[in-house]
Protein backbone atom coordinates (compact mmCIF):
# COMPACT_ATOMS: atom_id res chain seq x y z
CA UNK A 1 0.00 0.00 0.00
CA UNK A 2 1.55 3.37 -1.21
CA UNK A 3 0.52 6.47 0.05
CA UNK A 4 1.85 10.26 -0.03
CA UNK A 5 3.78 11.94 2.89
CA UNK A 6 4.34 15.09 3.74
CA UNK A 7 8.16 16.05 3.92
CA UNK A 8 9.37 19.02 5.41
CA UNK A 9 13.21 19.01 4.82
CA UNK A 10 15.89 21.63 5.64
CA UNK A 11 17.72 23.01 2.80
CA UNK A 12 20.40 25.50 2.63
CA UNK A 13 24.13 25.65 3.58
CA UNK A 14 26.63 27.28 6.19
CA UNK A 15 25.00 30.72 5.60
CA UNK A 16 21.67 30.20 5.72
CA UNK A 17 18.44 27.90 4.96
CA UNK A 18 14.78 26.72 5.20
CA UNK A 19 12.60 24.15 5.85
CA UNK A 20 10.93 23.08 2.64
CA UNK A 21 7.73 21.39 2.27
CA UNK A 22 7.61 18.20 0.00
CA UNK A 23 5.09 15.50 -1.22
CA UNK A 24 6.59 12.04 -1.61
CA UNK A 25 5.19 8.59 -2.32
CA UNK A 26 5.80 5.97 0.35
CA UNK A 27 5.80 2.49 0.26
CA UNK A 28 5.28 -0.60 2.54
CA UNK A 29 8.55 -1.22 4.45
CA UNK A 30 10.68 2.02 3.89
CA UNK A 31 12.54 4.03 6.25
CA UNK A 32 12.91 7.78 6.02
CA UNK A 33 16.22 7.22 4.50
CA UNK A 34 14.25 5.78 1.47
CA UNK A 35 12.01 8.57 1.14
CA UNK A 36 14.85 11.00 1.23
CA UNK A 37 16.35 8.93 -1.35
CA UNK A 38 13.37 9.45 -3.65
CA UNK A 39 12.65 12.92 -3.16
CA UNK A 40 16.27 13.27 -4.57
CA UNK A 41 15.58 10.94 -7.13
CA UNK A 42 12.20 12.72 -8.25
CA UNK A 43 12.27 16.38 -7.00
CA UNK A 44 15.36 17.71 -5.30
CA UNK A 45 18.17 16.06 -7.20
CA UNK A 46 20.86 18.67 -5.67
CA UNK A 47 20.16 17.84 -2.08
CA UNK A 48 22.46 16.98 0.10
CA UNK A 49 22.55 13.62 2.29
CA UNK A 50 25.16 11.43 3.84
CA UNK A 51 24.69 7.86 3.91
CA UNK A 52 26.39 4.24 3.00
CA UNK A 53 24.93 1.00 4.31
CA UNK A 54 21.50 1.57 4.89
CA UNK A 55 21.46 -1.57 7.50
CA UNK A 56 22.31 0.89 10.79
CA UNK A 57 26.02 0.45 10.63
CA UNK A 58 28.06 3.05 8.96
CA UNK A 59 26.95 5.84 10.99
CA UNK A 60 26.31 8.32 8.43
CA UNK A 61 23.01 9.02 8.07
CA UNK A 62 22.66 10.69 11.57
CA UNK A 63 19.51 13.55 11.34
CA UNK A 64 17.39 15.36 13.56
CA UNK A 65 13.71 13.57 12.60
CA UNK A 66 11.17 15.60 14.10
CA UNK A 67 13.36 16.52 16.61
CA UNK A 68 14.95 13.35 17.74
CA UNK A 69 18.24 12.25 16.63
CA UNK A 70 17.71 9.02 14.75
CA UNK A 71 19.48 7.23 11.93
CA UNK A 72 17.41 7.87 8.85
CA UNK A 73 18.09 4.32 7.77
CA UNK A 74 16.63 2.87 10.88
CA UNK A 75 13.35 4.90 11.37
CA UNK A 76 10.74 3.30 10.10
CA UNK A 77 7.88 5.23 8.06
CA UNK A 78 5.39 3.11 9.42
CA UNK A 79 6.32 4.90 13.14
CA UNK A 80 4.75 7.82 12.01
CA UNK A 81 0.25 8.72 11.08
CA UNK A 82 0.01 8.69 6.93
CA UNK A 83 -1.16 12.36 7.89
CA UNK A 84 1.95 13.76 9.74
CA UNK A 85 4.31 15.99 8.43
CA UNK A 86 7.80 14.76 9.36
CA UNK A 87 10.34 17.13 9.53
CA UNK A 88 13.97 16.33 8.99
CA UNK A 89 16.93 18.10 10.16
CA UNK A 90 20.39 18.14 10.13
CA UNK A 91 21.84 17.34 13.57
CA UNK A 92 22.22 20.60 15.11
CA UNK A 93 25.50 20.47 17.36
CA UNK A 94 28.12 20.09 14.62
CA UNK A 95 27.86 22.85 11.30
CA UNK A 96 25.77 22.37 8.41
CA UNK A 97 27.64 21.59 5.24
CA UNK A 98 24.77 21.45 3.14
CA UNK A 99 20.95 20.42 3.55
CA UNK A 100 21.52 17.54 5.57
CA UNK A 101 25.36 17.16 5.71
CA UNK A 102 26.96 18.59 8.66
CA UNK A 103 30.96 18.96 9.53
CA UNK A 104 31.28 16.56 11.82
CA UNK A 105 35.11 17.15 12.18
CA UNK A 106 34.94 17.76 16.01
CA UNK A 107 34.51 14.07 16.49
CA UNK A 108 37.68 13.25 15.04
CA UNK A 109 39.74 15.98 16.21
CA UNK A 110 38.91 14.78 19.93
CA UNK A 111 39.32 10.98 19.19
CA UNK A 112 42.87 12.29 18.05
CA UNK A 113 43.56 13.57 21.54
CA UNK A 114 43.15 10.35 23.18
CA UNK A 115 46.21 8.72 24.04
CA UNK A 116 46.15 5.70 22.46
CA UNK A 117 46.11 1.96 24.42
CA UNK A 118 49.31 1.49 25.84
CA UNK A 119 50.29 -2.17 26.92
CA UNK A 120 54.08 -1.05 28.74
CA UNK A 121 55.95 -4.05 27.94
CA UNK A 122 53.40 -6.81 27.95
CA UNK A 123 54.08 -8.06 24.02
CA UNK A 124 51.54 -10.14 22.42
CA UNK A 125 50.60 -13.04 23.49
CA UNK A 126 51.55 -12.25 27.08
CA UNK A 127 48.51 -11.23 28.10
CA UNK A 128 45.33 -13.27 28.68
CA UNK A 129 42.02 -10.98 29.41
CA UNK A 130 39.19 -12.75 31.75
CA UNK A 131 35.64 -13.24 29.88
CA UNK A 132 34.25 -10.59 32.23
CA UNK A 133 37.05 -7.88 30.98
CA UNK A 134 36.29 -8.46 27.58
CA UNK A 135 32.37 -8.57 27.81
CA UNK A 136 32.75 -5.15 29.66
CA UNK A 137 34.74 -3.14 26.68
CA UNK A 138 32.96 -5.54 23.89
CA UNK A 139 29.43 -3.42 24.53
CA UNK A 140 31.49 0.23 23.97
CA UNK A 141 33.15 -1.67 21.06
CA UNK A 142 29.43 -1.63 19.19
CA UNK A 143 29.60 1.83 18.65
CA UNK A 144 29.26 3.01 14.82
CA UNK A 145 30.51 6.37 15.78
CA UNK A 146 26.95 8.17 14.05
CA UNK A 147 27.59 10.75 16.55
CA UNK A 148 24.01 11.51 17.69
CA UNK A 149 25.43 11.31 21.47
CA UNK A 150 27.84 13.80 20.81
CA UNK A 151 25.03 15.80 19.14
CA UNK A 152 22.38 15.38 21.59
CA UNK A 153 24.42 16.68 24.89
CA UNK A 154 23.40 19.62 26.20
CA UNK A 155 26.97 20.95 26.93
CA UNK A 156 27.82 21.55 23.65
CA UNK A 157 24.81 21.32 22.02
CA UNK A 158 23.31 24.91 23.47
CA UNK A 159 26.97 26.10 24.19
CA UNK A 160 29.38 26.58 21.48
CA UNK A 161 31.77 27.85 23.82
CA UNK A 162 32.43 24.12 26.03
CA UNK A 163 33.15 22.16 22.99
CA UNK A 164 37.26 22.79 23.27
CA UNK A 165 37.00 21.66 26.87
CA UNK A 166 34.32 18.84 26.57
CA UNK A 167 35.13 15.21 24.44
CA UNK A 168 31.25 14.18 24.36
CA UNK A 169 29.89 11.20 25.78
CA UNK A 170 31.00 8.87 22.48
CA UNK A 171 34.94 10.01 23.70
CA UNK A 172 34.59 9.84 27.57
CA UNK A 173 33.15 6.41 27.23
CA UNK A 174 36.72 5.63 24.70
CA UNK A 175 38.52 6.64 27.61
CA UNK A 176 36.33 4.71 30.24
CA UNK A 177 37.34 1.81 27.87
CA UNK A 178 40.68 2.46 27.91
CA UNK A 179 40.70 2.51 32.01
CA UNK A 180 38.91 -0.05 32.33
CA UNK A 181 41.34 -2.40 30.07
CA UNK A 182 43.16 -4.85 32.03
CA UNK A 183 46.78 -4.55 30.63
CA UNK A 184 46.15 -0.66 29.39
CA UNK A 185 48.93 1.07 31.62
CA UNK A 186 47.90 4.66 31.46
CA UNK A 187 46.32 6.29 34.26
CA UNK A 188 43.76 8.01 32.08
CA UNK A 189 41.70 9.50 35.32
CA UNK A 190 43.20 13.22 35.37
CA UNK A 191 42.94 13.59 31.61
CA UNK A 192 39.16 12.40 31.53
CA UNK A 193 38.67 15.09 34.21
CA UNK A 194 40.62 17.84 33.05
CA UNK A 195 41.71 17.35 29.51
CA UNK A 196 38.23 15.79 28.32
CA UNK A 197 35.79 17.50 30.12
CA UNK A 198 34.40 14.42 32.39
CA UNK A 199 33.35 16.67 35.26
CA UNK A 200 30.87 18.71 32.89
CA UNK A 201 28.53 15.98 32.49
CA UNK A 202 25.96 15.85 34.51
CA UNK A 203 23.89 12.57 34.63
CA UNK A 204 21.17 13.70 31.98
CA UNK A 205 21.40 10.20 30.14
CA UNK A 206 20.21 11.95 26.86
CA UNK A 207 23.38 10.65 25.68
CA UNK A 208 22.12 6.72 25.90
CA UNK A 209 19.02 7.48 25.01
CA UNK A 210 19.77 7.96 21.49
CA UNK A 211 22.51 5.66 21.03
CA UNK A 212 21.42 3.55 18.43
CA UNK A 213 23.17 0.21 19.49
CA UNK A 214 21.90 1.06 22.49
CA UNK A 215 24.89 1.36 24.06
CA UNK A 216 24.20 2.03 28.35
CA UNK A 217 27.22 5.18 27.90
CA UNK A 218 25.92 6.50 31.13
CA UNK A 219 25.71 3.88 33.33
CA UNK A 220 28.10 1.32 32.07
CA UNK A 221 30.78 4.18 31.03
CA UNK A 222 30.61 7.62 32.28
CA UNK A 223 29.26 7.20 36.03
CA UNK A 224 32.05 4.29 36.40
CA UNK A 225 34.64 7.04 35.15
CA UNK A 226 33.28 9.65 37.72
CA UNK A 227 33.67 6.99 40.23
CA UNK A 228 37.07 6.06 39.69
CA UNK A 229 38.16 10.03 39.24
CA UNK A 230 36.38 10.24 42.74
CA UNK A 231 38.42 7.22 44.05
CA UNK A 232 41.69 8.80 43.39
CA UNK A 233 41.13 12.30 44.54
CA UNK A 234 39.17 11.40 47.93
CA UNK A 235 41.35 8.24 48.85
CA UNK A 236 43.00 8.69 51.81
CA UNK A 237 46.00 6.42 50.51
CA UNK A 238 46.42 8.61 47.53
CA UNK A 239 46.15 11.91 49.44
CA UNK A 240 48.75 11.22 51.59
CA UNK A 241 50.99 9.65 48.46
CA UNK A 242 50.54 12.89 47.04
CA UNK A 243 51.23 14.74 49.65
CA UNK A 244 54.35 12.89 50.47
CA UNK A 245 55.06 12.70 46.62
CA UNK A 246 55.14 8.67 45.74
CA UNK A 247 52.22 8.84 43.80
FE1 LIG B 1 26.40 6.60 18.13
FE2 LIG B 1 26.01 5.22 20.39
FE3 LIG B 1 28.46 5.41 19.35
FE4 LIG B 1 27.32 7.54 20.45
S1 LIG B 1 27.93 5.65 21.51
S2 LIG B 1 28.45 7.51 18.54
S3 LIG B 1 25.18 7.24 19.90
S4 LIG B 1 26.69 4.41 18.44
FE1 LIG C 1 25.77 14.62 28.29
FE2 LIG C 1 25.31 12.03 28.46
FE3 LIG C 1 26.40 13.29 30.46
S1 LIG C 1 24.01 13.56 27.54
S2 LIG C 1 25.51 15.29 30.37
S3 LIG C 1 27.28 13.04 28.48
S4 LIG C 1 24.98 11.64 30.58
FE1 LIG D 1 24.65 3.59 7.52
FE2 LIG D 1 22.32 4.75 8.16
S1 LIG D 1 23.23 4.59 6.20
S2 LIG D 1 23.82 3.91 9.48
Known sequence: MSYQAKFRVWR????????????????????????????????????AVRWNCKAGKCGSCSAEI?????????????????DEVITVTPIR????????????????????????FNPGDTKPGEFRMMQQD???SQEFRKCIECFLCNNVCHVIRDHEENKPAFAGP?????????????????????????????????????????C????????????????????KRYDPLVWLGAKLGIV
Open 12 to 47: GDAGEGELVDYTVEVNEGEVVLDIIHRLQATQAPDL
Open 66 to 82: NGMPRLMCMTRMSTFAE
Open 93 to 116: TFPVIRDLVTDVSFNYEKARQIPS
Open 134 to 136: VQR
Open 170 to 210: RFLMRIAELEMHPADESDRRQIAQDDHGLGFCNITKCCTEV
Open 212 to 231: PEHIKITDNALIPLKERVAG
